[in-house]
């Protein structure tokens, strides 16, 4: 069951990286059980669209997910969710 209560909203006025807030947003979204494992993740434009950014931003913050153990590629497949044993053992 999603707590979608427990993401707040995307807010881009910190002082960071564009990109890492948005992985940031995403991580929190998928712990919070509204983005489940096994689930697709929308397509990069659809993202860069939902989160007001460059295609090239979405493109870097899926990067950073992947590289933090949350999402998997599968070319001509699509960006999965992992399973939550891959996820990093302090954000569980």
Do not use: C, S
């Amino acid at each position: 069951m999603a707590d979608t209560q427990a993401v707040p909203p995307f807010d881009p006025t910190e002082a960071a990286y564009m990109y890492a807030q948005v992985a940031d947003h995403v991580a929190a979204r998928i712990r919070a059980g509204e983005l489940g494992p096994g689930a697709r993740l929308p397509g990069e434009r659809a993202m860069a669209e939902e989160y007001g950014v460059a295609l090239g931003t979405i493109r870097r913050a899926v990067e950073e997910l992947r590289d933090r153990g949350y999402l998997v590629t599968l070319p001509a497949k699509g960006t999965f969710i992992t399973p939550r044993d891959q996820w990093p053992a302090d954000e569980n």
